[in-house]
């Protein structure tokens, strides 16, 4: 039986859908993960409120990393000007598709263009990962050490930066993480964990060389 993956939270509060509603977007984000990445909406989103520092026109509608990476910086340049900032975690989890970043993003917008609080934000804890996903699934479906650093690492993050070290040691917390879950459920039940399970792995990356990407999608969503 497989289990398709399944991101943190894919609601948004009904305010907060009310008030997208009300900003007469070119598109509503049907799916936030995937349509706040870019940049693009959430600039429409602001030019709503300030249409001289964030015009539409110079916003690309791409969703290569490339394009991202130009809407993003355009976009902190402008909120700079206006005094207003974005948490740098969740803009990244957003450039990235991380669960439950974009989620956070558009209700941090909405805060500060609107001054209202949301009753049932979480908490202040960022943690993009599937983590509480893999939580729902029964024990022997749950991801290995190498699924998780897959689910957890994003292509577009590695390419974004190549380095190798840095990457390894994202790949390493990842890992860490990982065994510490594995270290619980065997804690909490021994009979259903195989002796054999990890306790140490070292991870390691092969250089590679990034070029520009040449096309106009790098992920599928």
Same mark, same amino acid.
């Given at each position: 039986m497989s289990y398709a993956q399944s991101p943190k939270k894919t609601g948004l509060p009904r305010e907060v859908v009310k008030w997208l509603q009300s900003l007469d977007l070119s598109f509503?984000?049907?799916?936030?993960?995937?349509?706040l990445s870019s940049g693009y909406l959430v600039a429409e989103i602001f030019s709503r409120y300030y249409p001289q520092d964030f015009p539409e026109h110079s916003y690309d509608k791409g969703t290569s990393l490339s394009a991202k990476q130009k809407n993003w910086s355009r976009l902190e340049q402008a909120?700079?000007?206006?005094?207003l900032h974005l948490l740098k975690e969740v803009v990244d989890g957003t450039i990235h598709c991380k669960p439950g970043a974009a989620e956070l993003l558009v209700q941090e917008v909405y805060t500060i263009l609107t001054n209202r609080s949301i009753m049932d934000i979480e908490g202040p804890e960022l943690d993009f990962t599937d983590q509480e996903y893999q939580e729902l699934l029964p024990t022997v479906a749950r991801s290995t050490?190498?699924? +998780?650093?897959k689910n957890n690492l #994003?292509?577009? =993050?590695?390419? !974004?930066?190549?380095?190798?070290?840095?990457?390894?040691?994202? +790949?390493?917390?990842?890992?860490? #993480?990982?065994? =510490?879950?594995? !270290?619980?459920e065997r804690a909490l039940n021994p009979e259903?964990?195989?002796?054999?399970?990890?306790?140490?792995?070292?991870?390691?990356?092969?250089?590679i060389k990034v070029r520009q990407p040449v096309r106009r999608s790098l992920v599928n969503y």
């Open positions: 509503y984000p049907k799916n936030v993960r995937r349509d909120l700079q000007k206006q005094n050490a190498s699924k +998780a650093i #994003r292509i577009t =993050e590695i390419m !974004a930066k190549p380095d190798i070290s840095t990457n390894q040691r994202r +790949a390493e917390v990842i890992l860490h #993480r990982h065994l =510490e879950h594995k !270290a619980a259903l964990c195989s002796s054999s399970t990890w306790s140490g792995a070292v991870v390691s990356f092969k250089e």
